[in-house]
């Protein structure tokens, strides 16, 4: 099968509205957060070079060298609301450096955001439930997944190198993330119809499951374009062609030409089947 191609940005080539949005985040962060932030660090489409501009959101991870008060988490909640979506969303969690060294998982983080946690937060700083921010303690079972592929590709914006601030994550470790990933994306398809042709083509579900199978078969931590790219190769030929209706939507026409619901429905069976249950890991 023609192999399609790939068109993803990375940080050095990303268009200025990106980085200014990105630069003007670092500054604001440094100015709430002040010492207490020991890094800050790029990781996702961006740093993986496969960033979509109408598409991608921003990925970040944040090292700090102790929790934040509550206080302290009110003025950041106010920059991410500001900076987030002006013009692409920020997804970016906060973590410490005594959580990542303990290497308990899931790792401990002290705050995050994604534009699906907006609503909430916006009630949460009207209302006063932001002084309970600290209450308890919070884990997160992508995070690990996150700091490995950070030290591995991410792009330093504060602190130091990536590889004197997060630890290593053992493999096992690092392989139940990738298959928890892509099960969660297949299991976020939504209901498929039985007839009629897919639209929207599900996208993320499509390649996360690839990048999953992708780290199981080669080790490599890779962009949703490589690992659909890999996947063409790899997979029979009526699964293959979901794979490039994909891509195609998401790099080259906005579309896919002809995907039906069927091949969708085998090819989400063919990747539960062919990704393993996290727990024999």
Known sequence: MEVTSVFGLDWEHAPPAIRHQVERLRDSLGRAIGDNLFGLYLHGSLALGDFVSDQSDIDLLAVLHAPMIAEVKWEVAGVLLIVSSDPRPIEITFTT?????????????????????????????????WRAWNEGERHDEDLSGQVAITRRH?????????????????DEEIAACFVREGLWALDNWGEIPETCLSEPVPVYGILNSCRTLCYL?????????????????????????????????????????????????????????TIPNPETL
């Not at 450096?97 to 937060?121: G, V």
């Not at 891509?247 to 002809?258: E, F, H, M, P, S």
């Open 97 to 129: 450096e005594a959580a990542l060294s303990s290497l308990r998982f899931p790792l401990a983080y002290d705050f995050h955001y994604s534009e699906d946690w907006r609503e909430r937060m916006q009630a949460d700083l009207v209302t006063g439930a």
């Open 154 to 170: 991410g792009i330093r914006l504060h602190g130091e190198d990536v590889e004197d601030t997060l630890p290593v994550i053992p």
């Open 217 to 273: 078969h080669t080790g490599r931590m890779c962009s949703k374009g490589e690992a659909g790219r890999w996947a063409l190769t790899k997979l029979p030929t009526e699964h293959a062609r979901v794979v490039k209706a994909a891509l195609d939507v998401r790099y080259v026409t906005g579309r896919a030409d002809t995907l039906a619901n069927a091949d969708l429905r085998a090819f989400a069976a063919f990747m539960r089947q």
